[in-house]
Nanobody, 115 residues
Framework: QVRLVESGGGLVQAGGSLRLSCAAS????????MGWYRQAPGKQRELVAT???????SYADSVKGRFTISRDNAKNTVYLQMNSLKPEDTAVYYC?????????WGQGTQVTVSS
């Protein structure tokens, strides 16, 4: 059974930084794509960033230049480094793994950015 455990969320002032972690109970290389999504109150879940097994990354326009996604296959962990945070980044952030084994989501971690 695939289990994803997110950590690193919290309360931060605008302009600050946070690093989210997503620890998987399986080997990351079994999944083609890993990513982070977020959902703000009253809004749909949206893609934040993805990284493939080949190392290709993509980002939502709203976070380009501020967020960086990375992974550590040895630790089966995906990271999201978030810098220059803005109040509009406030949301629950979800880790995602997708590929031939299926699609899996973490339970989410709250990020709150105060102005």
């Amino acid at each position: 059974q695939v289990r994803l455990v997110e950590s690193g969320g919290g309360l931060v002032q605008a302009g600050g930084s946070l690093r989210l972690s997503c620890a998987a109970s399986v080997r990351l290389f079994t999944f083609a794509v890993m990513g982070w999504y977020r959902q703000a109150p009253g809004k749909q879940r949206e893609l934040v960033a993805t990284i493939t097994n080949g190392g290709s990354t993509s980002y939502a326009d709203s976070v380009k230049g501020r967020f960086t996604i990375s992974r550590d296959n040895a630790k089966n962990t995906v990271y999201l480094q978030m810098n220059s945070l803005k109040p509009e980044d406030t949301a629950v952030y979800y880790c995602y793994l997708g590929g031939s084994p299926g699609a899996y989501w973490g339970q989410g971690t709250q990020v709150t950015v105060s102005s």
